[in-house]
């Protein structure tokens, strides 16, 4: 039986069959085929699911091309997104985006990384990295919710902030510390939403919040399991280890209580059925929502203080 990655592979593989097919769909035989390969790649996904204790399998599902990106939660949940840009300092960063919307009604701020899906779009918002001005951008918008007593929604899903010479030369490191710094005192909700992959402080330096939710296959790591593996090991074979070592999936960090709620995907992954996902997320969101504006702003920073002081404490029993 192929391990977790593999079968992943087949999944996808199945997945482009079965597209290229659909669209010179002519003849009964072909349709024929396409009814086989849907049975077999439905066939697949149960086991992939069925599967779903494989830490590396989950970076693969949190990594898949077709996964929901931000601007996709975006249009599902939300409406009349006006999109900002800037930093007023140095410019705009296509792998950040914000604005405001209304989710159920409701104006709120939303902010998050932003993958590309063909080559000209992933240049363009740089795989979802972050630079300097795209933290600045984000702390400037949740400053404007603040001023405004709107609620701030953030979305998660980047490898990691970008590590380039430019980003480097116009305070990177600086812009992270001080989004980290500034943002535990703004006295709105914010409710964070991990939907993909949660790499180091590029995605920290936007998920300081008052409630985290995790989606089920999305991942949350100090370092990528390659990069782990680089290090320990001096090469990437041993990835997958690292996965199952850094304790990065939904259900771990639960335990851990580093999030707050692991939120289900449809069968198979949020790629599978986008829209889906993102219904299955609305709940969790306006619930948290509700909880959070119920509560005085001296009550919210007293009780997000508190939530931030209980990260990575443990006990040891002798």
Not at 28 to 35: F, G, N, S, V
């Amino acid at each position: 039986m192929p391990d977790g990655a593999s079968q992943l592979a087949i999944v996808q593989d199945l997945e482009r069959q079965i597209e290229e097919l659909e669209r010179v769909a002519e003849s009964d035989a072909t349709r024929e085929e396409i009814e086989r390969l849907k049975v077999q790649l439905e066939a697949l996904r149960r086991h992939v699911t069925a599967r779903s204790d494989d830490p590396w399998q989950r970076v693969l599902l949190a990594r898949h091309p077709q996964r929901p990106y931000t601007l996709d939660y975006i249009q599902y949940l939300l409406t009349d997104f006006a999109e900002f840009h800037g930093d007023r300092r140095f410019g705009d960063d296509p792998a950040l985006v914000g604005g405001l919307a209304r989710f159920e009604g409701q104006a709120v701020m939303v902010i998050g990384h932003q993958k590309g899906r063909d080559t000209k779009q992933k240049l363009l918002r740089n795989f979802g990295m972050p630079k300097p001005e795209g933290y600045r951008k984000a702390l400037r918008l949740m400053q404007l919710a603040e001023k405004f007593s709107r609620p701030i929604l953030t979305l998660i899903d980047t490898p990691g902030a970008y590590p380039g010479i430019g980003a480097e030369e116009r305070g990177q490191a600086e812009a992270i510390a001080n989004n980290l710094k500034e943002i535990p005192k703004l006295r709105v909700p914010i409710v964070v939403v991990v939907h993909g992959e949660g790499g180091s402080g590029g995605a920290l330096a936007i998920a300081v919040g008052d409630r985290v939710l995790m989606l089920e296959n999305a991942i949350y790591s100090v370092i990528s399991p390659e990069s782990c593996s680089s290090i320990l090991w001096r090469d990437w074979n041993h990835k997958q280890e690292a996965a199952r070592i850094l304790k990065l999936t939904a259900q771990e960090l639960l335990q851990l209580e580093l999030v707050d709620q692991v939120v289900p995907e449809p069968k198979g992954g949020a790629h599978v059925s986008p829209r889906e996902a993102a219904e299955l997320l609305r709940p969790a969101i306006a619930s948290a929502l509700g909880e959070l504006q119920s509560l005085a702003p001296d009550a919210l920073l007293s009780r997000r203080h508190e939530k931030l002081r209980r990260l990575a404490a443990f006990v040891t029993e002798s």
